[in-house]
């Protein structure tokens, strides 16, 4: 596996997605080696929960530089991979029984030491792309972004087999990057529903819930990274909809990045009282808001999969999402959660209405949402259907010249 982040290091989706299908993969008796960036607080070379990770090169700088970044430390990544194949190769059960090896790259910024070492050993690569930069920013508009989409393109060419967590996801590669249709296969992201289901006493609750709204107030959740696809701007646009119906309803913020706009929008609004942005929290504070909340408001304008709301719905949080992308796929409209349209602040407040005045309908939707995660996302499946993958990429690769 290579990946650029890996838990600690964890920036968007991709690490906790690698980690937990690496883990599941380990489980099921697969050698897993992650070839990941550097991290000040873990160690370079380690084996967790039967995972072999391999850390080096630094991550590439946010802004400036970022691809020189990009191609140091895939540079950094070659020449570990190749160091880890030597020993592999040379291992002499693997060189007279041939067992499997393959190269499986997630997403663009790992593409140049994939595809080197794809071409020097003559292995096959698979590739998932977790996003694409056209989907991101709703178009291809600088420089910068015309060489990620063009890395992308040239990750899926390169690729044995792509695979994609939504249907949504499959038609943007192959419209978007010009993948073949056949060529993409559909595997869902996961979650373990049990960490959501630790003991949680109603005192315990109680003062927590106590640090973020009063008792009577209803509490409204987001967590995400503060870029316009993840749509927080829409969210604080439904709020006074919301407030004017429900006037003491609480709003929480969770997560990094730029928001010097939003919290302006807020004073504007005078909303100061009813919206608090808490930034970065660790994963044991934000499991337990999952559990503490009214409702987990998710409004994406682009969203590949929505593992946001599949934490929510294994948590009990009732949830309220935009039809963007994968969302339509991750929640059923009025059996696991609601559905509203994307980038419209009416459509969003009703929905959230809709969950806080009907609190029976709602209870019934977060049963039918447990039940969905833990039959249709656990790690366990999608692991047995990543590995049938694999294998069928083996035996072709086996089957046909190079």
């Known amino acids: 596996m290579f990946s650029w982040e890996y838990p600690p290091r964890i920036v968007g989706g991709i690490a ?45 700088p946010p802004h400036s ?37 393959l190269l499986h790259a997630h997403d663009w910024l790992v593409h140049p030491a994939a595809k080197t070492l794809k071409h020097r050993y003559k292995l096959p690569l698979v590739a998932t792309l977790h996003a694409t930069e056209h989907g991101r920013h709703g178009g291809v508009y600088s420089d910068l972004s015309r060489t990620i989409s063009h890395l992308e393109w040239e990750l899926g060419y390169e690729a044995w087999r792509v695979i ?10 192959h419209h978007t990057l010009n993948i073949p249709y056949d060529k993409i296969d559909t595997i869902p992201n996961g979650i373990h529903a049990e960490k959501f289901q630790f003991p949680f006493p109603e005192s315990e609750r109680a003062a927590f819930r106590a640090r973020f709204a009063e008792p009577s107030q209803p509490l409204l959740f987001f967590v995400g ?36 706009h939003l919290e302006e929008f807020v004073r504007f609004c005078h909303l100061e009282p009813a919206v608090q942005f808490t930034g ?41 999402v935009s039809d963007a992308g994968g969302l339509k796929e991750v929640v059923r409209h009025e059996e696991t959660g609601i559905r509203t349209w994307a980038g ?59």
């Not at 660790?282 to 999969?305: G, H, I, K, N």
């Open 225 to 260: 990274r503060m870029v316009r696809e993840k749509g927080a701007h829409v969210l604080l646009q439904a709020l006074p909809i919301v407030r004017a119906e429900i006037p003491n309803a609480k709003l929480v913020i969770v997560g990094g990045g730029y928001r010097a």
């Open 164 to 173: 994609v967590c939504s249907e949504f996801m499959r038609h943007e590669v």
């Open 280 to 320: 970065f929290i660790p994963d044991e504070e934000l499991l337990r808001l999952y559990r503490v909340v009214d409702a987990a408001v998710y409004p994406s304008l682009y969203e590949p999969f929505g593992i946001v709301a599949l934490e929510a719905m294994a948590a009990g949080a009732p949830v309220v």
């Open 65 to 101: 530089a970022f691809l020189e970044g990009v191609y140091a430390m895939n540079a950094a990544f070659e020449a570990r991979a190749d160091a880890l194949l030597q020993t592999l190769l040379n291992h002499k059960p693997a060189r007279t029984q041939r067992n499997p090896i």
């Open 16 to 60: 906790r997605h690698v980690q937990e299908l690496s883990e599941a993969l380990a489980a099921q008796g697969v050698e897993v080696h992650v070839i990941t960036a550097i991290h000040p607080e873990a160690p370079n070379e380690a084996t967790e929960n039967g995972v072999h990770l391999h850390r080096i090169g630094t991550p590439p």
């Open 344 to 402: 419209n602040p009416e459509s969003l407040a009703w929905g959230i209405l809709r969950v806080l005045q009907d609190p029976a309908a709602t209870r019934q939707r977060v049963q039918n949402a447990l039940k969905a995660v833990q039959r249709d996302f656990n790690w366990t499946r999608i692991a047995q259907h990543t590995q049938q993958l694999y294998r069928k990429v083996w035996t072709e690769f086996r089957n046909t010249a190079w």
